[in-house]
């Protein structure tokens, strides 16, 4: 190990270690519903989402609600990234040209699936 990757390594800890008690005590905040610096500026956007999508957020999700939203987002996001991978090659900022030929059916299905599942089982 060269003496630049033993400082990357003690920098990382170092920032690390800075930030882990302002992090902690924000997210504390966040967490108890307290107010935080970031609720003017952001505070907005949250009612907008909440709004949106029809969340009171004084209530509790019961587990079978977010079993049902997990099973939903999952969903959109496994079929999203399958037509992600199958239009690549029309799709912009495709440098290697990946098209069809290199991106089967079967191959962006196990693709999208190993990572709506975590599961990574990517063939290349």
Known sequence: MTGSSLTQI???????????????SYMARVFEGEHTFLRPVL??????????????????????????AMLIFSSVGLFLTYGLLRLQGILPLNPQGFGAKEMTPDLAFNTATSFATNTNWQSY
């Open 10 to 24: 003690a920098l990382f800890f170092l920032i690390v270690l800075a930030i882990t008690k302002p992090l902690g």
């Open 43 to 68: 505070g907005w956007l949250e009612q907008l989402v909440y709004k949106v999508c029809g969340v009171d957020p004084e209530e509790d999700m019961k587990w079978t609600s977010y079993a049902v």
